[in-house]
T-cell receptor, first 111, second 113 residues
Framework: AQRVTQPEKLLSVFKGAPVELKCNYSYSGSPELFWYVQYSRQRLQLLLRHISRESIKGFTADLNKGETSFHLKKPFAQEEDSAMYYC?????????????FGKGTKLSVKP | KAGVTQTPRYLIKTRGQQVTLSCSPI?????VSWYQQTPGQGLQFLFEYFSETQRNKGNFPGRFSGRQFSNSRSEMNVSTLELGDSALYLC????????????FGPGTRLTVT
């Protein structure tokens, strides 16, 4: 079965420190991977997706098919990065209206 | 463009009752997906509608159903409510084409007593 695992429930770092939010997935086909973010009192929103290979708000994520991982990284964390982060998987080639989410990692960036 | 809207925002129901939640997608979006969010299980996919047809369905019992209208608005219904149905129900809309982005609504908080 398809699954997304985010091993850390909470990640706490100091401002300016590097951040890595881990995400591992299990899927035998070619998945599309996403990172969604939810800031306090805001809606869940897309942060980035592997297919676009872009950097958003300084965050990047590389799909590693060998390790089935899609870790989210930022070299220098900012206080405004504090939020709940969800890794999500969508099946490639089929209906893409269904996302399988990890349970999320709460990132806390201390001043 | 106006974002995804969900009504009502909060709802309290009693076990055994049924409930209908509504979702209005972003104008032009043809796909609406529904998710259940609970502290224990996290975000779980319920179903997706595209052009009035259910295109995909998650692993939920038949008490959970939905539909989509010709204007892409969607409703989900839960019959014979159980305490475990207490959750935040999120809907998300997208254009429905490949490599889309899903836009989420604020959610409906359902409490079953």
């Amino acid at each position: 079965a398809q699954r997304v695992t985010q091993p850390e429930k909470l990640l706490s770092v100091f401002k300016g420190a590097p951040v890595e939010l881990k995400c591992n997935y299990s899927y035998s086909g070619s998945p599309e991977l996403f990172w969604y973010v939810q800031y306090s009192r805001q809606r869940l929103q897309l942060l980035l997706r592997h297919i676009s290979r872009e950097s958003i708000k300084g965050f990047t994520a590389d799909l590693n098919k060998g390790e089935t991982s899609f870790h989210l990284k930022k070299p220098f964390a900012q206080e405004e990065d504090s939020a709940m982060y969800y890794c999500a998987l969508s099946f490639y080639g089929g209906s893409q209206g269904n996302l399988i989410f990890g349970k999320g990692t709460k990132l806390s960036v201390k001043p | 463009k106006a974002g995804v809207t969900q009504t009502p925002r909060y709802l309290i129901k009693t076990r055994g009752q049924q409930v209908t939640l509504s979702c209005s997608p972003i104008s032009g979006h043809r796909s609406v997906s529904w998710y259940q969010q609970t502290p224990g299980q996290g975000l779980q996919f319920l179903f997706e509608y595209f052009s009035e047809t259910q295109r995909n369905k998650g692993n939920f019992p038949g008490r959970f159903s939905g539909r989509q209208f010709s204007n892409s608005r969607s409703e989900m219904n839960v019959s014979t409510l159980e305490l475990g149905d207490s959750a935040l129900y999120l809907c998300a809309s997208s254009q429905g084409s490949n490599y889309y982005e899903q836009y989420f609504g604020p959610g409906t908080r359902l409490t079953v007593t």
